[in-house]
Nanobody
């Protein structure tokens, strides 16, 4: 079994910052790409950012400059630093990872349960 557990969501005022964390645990052999998605009320889930095992990063164009993704491979954890938050950033944020389990040769995709981020005054 593999689990992804997010934390760090909450209520923040416009212009504020939050740092999300997502820790992977279980029978993990290695973790390939990790990333963050978000889903606002009434909207489809959208990709936010991704980071490869070697550290290269990619971002949704609309979020470049405000969001930063990073990872700690020793802790099997991915982070999302969110600055200058806007009300339109309000959403449930999900982490995603492609993980190779011990004893299973092919990677599988895993999702966290989501963490709510609300940006409001």
């Amino acid at each position: 079994q593999v689990q992804l557990v997010e934390s760090g969501g909450g209520l923040v005022q416009p212009g504020g910052s939050l740092r999300l964390s997502c820790a992977a645990s279980g029978m993990i052999f290695s973790i390939n790409d990790m990333g963050w998605y978000r889903q606002a009320p009434g909207k489809q889930r959208e990709w936010v950012a991704g980071i490869a095992s070697g550290g290269s990063t990619n971002y949704a164009d609309s979020l470049k400059g405000r969001f930063t993704i990073s990872r700690d491979n020793a802790k099997n954890t991915v982070y999302l630093q969110m600055n200058s938050l806007k009300p339109e950033d309000t959403a449930v944020y999900y982490c995603n990872a492609r993980i190779i389990r011990r004893g299973v040769p092919m990677p599988n995709e895993y999702w966290g349960q989501g963490t709510q981020v609300t940006v409001s005054s």
